[in-house]
């Protein structure tokens, strides 16, 4: 955040020193002054280095320090470590920390003849993606009694952090498999979404929001700044729709995650905190939303460099795959350029994040147009990578 702010610059505009030859320069004129002049400059005399230790270096240190460290702390666009986190505690707001996710799993079988128990303490995980597989573990009991085919159970992820909020389908291995059970994610199963340490960014939003808590009226602002605080959201992944959507004083307010989808119990939960629990302004009428969905067909062919084997094509292939599907916001695999609302999703910047990112790659090529995005995200229909 300080890169665009030259406290250097903004020392030497006022007349203090910042470089060694501006401070050898002044204490040369300060000597003069009180009639003490040193002649020998040689940058070798015993003498000049002496100066340079005991006034030139000394002084410089301060200056560094006072515009590396004492002026960005004072500032919330500029703070950075502790100096950030008092600048929250000045406003009443600590760092949000990282979470895990929390979600139903689904519990399936074929014959239903007998009664079957899983205790907790169940592991469920994905396929590798990006060279990790991604756990849940069962936080209670479950049993199917006979005659039911279907039942659901509480899992956490492992660890804590946003990469664990995979979409429908991808917790489906068992290590330790229960003979005639299938066990995966559906569509709407994450009732608490993982959430990442929050980033300093994110932190200076929700400072700067904190100040709107003192008006009289609820802005966007102070929405933001209660629904991160409250369910850890990202401030810049909520998006308002104004315009009396159902009428005057109607707004709403659509979530996005940073991976997978909020489920119906989530969106719920927030609805809940805003309106029955009166986190709204006077005559608000607030709603929050999971972000809309738009589904593409993607599909892209790859030629691989000469001397490329084909175990390192497959490999190829199952990695620009996983790529790809964190550009849609299917995992944290890889941190290419993500869909955004209300955005262009530009194809050749994909295409370059993949070259860099896989040198086995000698051209590539997408079947698809860009996609402009209005109050939506684009997601992944299906998802075609060919290895030439």
């Known amino acids: 955040m300080a890169d665009d702010v030259d406290f250097r610059q903004i020392l030497a505009d006022a007349g203090l020193p910042t470089t060694e030859q501006a401070l050898q320069t002044q204490w040369q004129q300060e000597l003069d002054a009180q009639g003490n002049p040193i002649t020998n400059e040689s940058e070798y005399s015993p003498f000049r280095r002496l ?14 320090a006072l515009a590396d460290v004492t002026l960005p702390s004072q500032f919330v666009k500029t703070a950075t470590g502790q100096a950030l986190t008092i600048k929250g505690e000045d406003v009443l707001l600590t760092q949000l920390g990282r979470t895990n996710a929390v979600g139903l799993l689904t519990v399936s079988r074929q014959t239903s003849d007998q009664q079957v128990t899983i205790n907790a303490g169940h592991v469920v995980q994905t396929a590798l993606i990006g060279g990790k597989n991604y756990r849940v573990i069962t936080t209670e009991d479950v049993t199917l009694a006979v005659g039911a085919t279907t039942a659901y159970v ?16 991808y917790y489906n291995i068992q290590p330790n498999p229960v003979d005639g059970i299938t066990i995966t994610n559906g569509q709407d199963w994450l009732t608490s979404p993982g959430r990442d340490d929050e980033t300093a960014d994110d932190f200076r939003l929700r400072i700067r929001n904190q100040f709107n808590l003192v008006g009289d009226y609820h802005t966007d602002a102070v929405y ?7 369910f850890g959201l990202r401030p810049a992944d909520l998006y308002f729709q104004h315009n009396a959507p159902r ?56 030629w691989a460099v000469t001397g490329t084997t084909a175990a390192q094509r497959t490999a190829l292939q199952a990695e620009v795959n996983t790529f790809v599907r964190a550009a849609f916001r299917e995992n944290q695999a890889y941190s290419p350029t993500t869909t955004q609302p209300g955005q262009v999703f530009a194809f050749s910047r994909l295409t370059q994040e993949l070259h860099r990112q896989f040198p ?8 698809n147009a860009d996609i402009q995005s209005g ?14």
């Open 51 to 64: 100066l340079d230790a005991m006034i030139v270096k000394p002084a410089k240190s301060v200056m560094d």
């Open 154 to 169: 509480q899992a956490e992820a492992e660890l804590p952090g946003a990469a664990y909020n995979l979409p429908a389908g």
């Open 224 to 230: 933001r700044g209660m629904l991160s605080e409250q």
């Open 247 to 302: 009428g005057p004083g109607t707004a709403n307010i659509y979530v996005l995650l940073p991976v997978g989808n909020p489920s119906a119990q989530f969106i719920s939960d927030i609805n809940t905190f805003l309106m029955p629990e009166g986190n709204h302004g006077h005559g608000d009428d607030v709603q929050a939303f999971a972000m809309p969905e738009t589904l593409h067909d993607i599909s892209l062919q790859i």
């Open 360 to 367: 086995r790659i000698e051209r590539l090529v997408f079947a």
């Open 375 to 388: 109050v939506s995200v684009p997601r992944i229909n299906s998802l075609t990578v060919v290895v030439q």
